[in-house]
């Protein structure tokens, strides 16, 4: 019996080779675990650009509202430069993340020991790092009206609009406060309350809500010191609330601390559907990578982790997800490596499939 239903979309650029080995991943738990899924596959970004002359059909858009979770690959590349901005392949993403209303955007940065020496930080500062930033991500100056390229005193003005309504901040605030209770308990809220009128009602309103999470222990920081503070010493914090384009900016710093950006999964999260299940989308925090595109080469284990991203969250399977989880820390203890992950001396890397390989051999050797 089928535990529900996945749609995946491998997308643009490393896309399709990272997402070939979650399908074997998914096969595997289907095969060994009886955890079967019912599996449909769609084009977004420049492949459905190339196919329907629109980054996302119609659609595959009403696909994405029914099923319990959306995988993603990686959306862009070089080729789709020149495509005006409606049409452009982030724009896909953009409007799946919208119209499904995943205001909450789960990115953990996470330090597997096995590869602390990648860090640009020394390993004291880096070992054992274990950080969830959630970010909201259907709001905000993404999303902000007025916009646009304007004509004022003959000359052109752009124009974003930073913009946070108390129900959007309280609700990605409840998120994370959740969260924060099944983790340490600490939560600390990013904003600019010092320059930004939204900033201060961001810090109202979470710490109203702080009042119905009393155990967990609520610290704000703006959030250029943020960042700051997140390069000196991260594993001060447990988990990080804050906007969208700051969560967008401070993820990838707390991504690059963990050195190895193709490790790094996320979960984007909704309300609750009709089953109980939240809409849901999952990617790995790296892009399509281009330059490496079709050679085998790239890193299949933030694609894989997101999956396992939708194990927990999605399906609450927890127990499985820990299993892959711990698949993959054991793999990368026995110095299997891909060729982003090189820099001892006399490690040959593996492929994609390779990695994908040693993945299964592990998880076969679990049961
Ligand atoms: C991310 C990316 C996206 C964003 C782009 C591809 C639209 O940088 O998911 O962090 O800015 O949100
Ligand atoms: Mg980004």
Redesign the pocket.
Known sequence: MSIGSLLILPGDGIGPEVMAEVKRIIDWFGEKRDLTFDVSEDLVGGAAYDAHGTPLHDDTMAKAQEVDAVLLGA??GPKYDVLDFSVKP?RG??RLRKEMDLFSNLRPAQCFDALADFSSLKRDVIAGLDIMIVRELTSGV?FGEPRGIFTENNERVGINTQRYTESEIDRVARSAFELAMKRGKRLCSMEKANVMESGILWREVVTEVAKDYPEVELSHMYADAGGMQLARWPKQFDVIVTDNLFG?LL??VAAMLTGSLGMLPSASLGLPMANGRPKALYEP?H?SAPDIAGQGKANPIACILSFSMALRYSFDLGAEADRLEKAIEDVLADGVRTADLLGQEGVTPVSTSGMGDAILAKLDASL
């Open positions: 959306v862009g982030e993403l953009l993404y967008d993820s990838d925090v892009g």
